[in-house]
């Protein structure tokens, strides 16, 4: 079999990312930021807009989850015994600050509660019990994703870039969700952001049982990473995995 070495097009593509980020997401020194904190009643609209309905439930106590005197209002989500809670910060910085007093929410691997993270608001889904059966995974799958897509998309107004490049063997894809906020507070301007790259490479010749494992490096700037071991699929797709974190999106 071929061992390739498949980092041309995604180094390409990377630093592309690099030059189009300093150029269109740079801060200018005394550029004036609007308030776009969210509140409540326009966190409560955009579920109900798309689709999953929020409905108070008065039966449980805000007390048991206050946060540093923050109380959640508590929903049910959909006709569903879910819970989704709500907690409105009165800044960015407030939020940040309280939750860095706190070990609570860190944990993004969890059934038992899954937190979202949308400006100055924390939203926390707790479901009604943790998945054991194929169809209960399922459907907490489905319930996790739609309230993923909403933050995401609607309350942070998350944003897709897809870079391709390719050569005479190879196409190369980079598919880059973010989002990034600048609030000014106090004087002082506080920056939030998260991102998500996941690349993509297509063998576009025919002797696919051929070629493989694969190595696949790339380069950005000061960054640049590399992995190996990947292989192709039936049909010439090779999926390399997917990163995330926060900081300056590049």
Same mark, same amino acid.
């Given at each position: 079999?071929?061992k390739?070495?498949?980092?041309?097009i #995604?180094a390409?593509i990377?630093?592309?990312i690099?030059i189009?980020?300093l150029v269109?997401?740079?801060?200018?020194?005394g550029?004036?930021?609007?308030?776009?904190? /969210?509140t409540?009643?326009? #966190?409560?609209?955009?579920f109900?807009?798309?689709?999953?309905a929020?409905k108070?439930?008065k039966?449980?106590s805000?007390d048991?989850y #206050?946060?540093?005197?923050?109380?959640?209002?508590?929903?049910?989500?959909?006709k569903?015994?879910d819970?989704?809670?709500?907690?409105?910060?009165?800044?960015?910085?407030?939020?940040?600050e309280?939750l860095?007093?706190?070990h609570?929410?860190k944990?993004t691997f969890?059934?038992?509660?899954i937190?979202y993270?949308?400006?100055?608001?924390?939203?926390?889904?707790?479901?009604?019990?943790?998945?054991?059966?194929?169809?209960?995974?399922?459907s907490?799958?489905?319930?996790a994703?739609?309230?993923s897509?909403i933050v995401?998309?609607?309350?942070?107004e998350?944003?897709?870039?897809?870079y391709?490049?390719?050569?005479e063997s190879?196409?190369?894809?980079l598919?880059l969700? @973010? @989002?990034?906020?600048?609030?000014e507070?106090g004087?002082?301007?506080?920056y939030?952001?998260? @991102?998500?790259?996941?690349?993509? /490479?297509?063998?576009?010749?025919?002797d696919i049982?051929?070629?493989?494992?694969?190595?696949?490096?790339y380069?950005?700037g000061?960054n640049?990473?590399s992995?190996e071991?990947?292989t192709l699929?039936?049909?010439?797709y090779?999926?390399?995995?997917?990163?995330?974190?926060?900081?300056?999106i590049?």
């Open positions: 079999m071929k390739l070495r498949a980092w041309g #995604v390409s990377l630093i592309f690099v189009v980020a269109a997401c740079g801060y200018k020194i550029e004036k930021y609007k308030d776009n904190r /969210l409540l009643k326009a #966190v409560v609209k955009t109900n807009a798309e689709g999953l929020l108070e439930d039966s449980k805000p048991k #206050v946060l540093n005197g923050v109380k959640p209002t508590i929903y049910r989500v959909a569903s015994d819970t989704l809670l709500i907690y409105i910060f009165e800044s960015f910085g407030d939020k940040k309280i860095s007093k706190t609570k929410f944990d969890t059934f038992g509660e937190p993270h949308a400006k100055n608001t924390l939203i926390l889904f707790i479901p009604a019990k943790i998945p054991e059966t194929e169809e209960e995974f399922i907490f799958s489905k319930t994703k739609s309230i897509d995401f998309e609607k309350l942070n998350g944003k897709e870039r897809v391709k490049g390719e050569s190879w196409e190369g894809t598919i969700k @973010y @989002y990034e906020h600048r609030f507070e004087g002082v301007i506080r939030d952001s998260y @991102y998500e790259k996941t690349p993509a /490479l297509q063998y576009k010749k025919s049982e051929n070629v493989g494992p694969l190595i696949f490096e380069e950005a000061s640049g990473g992995a071991g990947f699929n039936n049909e010439g090779a999926k390399l995995g997917s990163s995330s974190g926060t900081g300056a590049l």
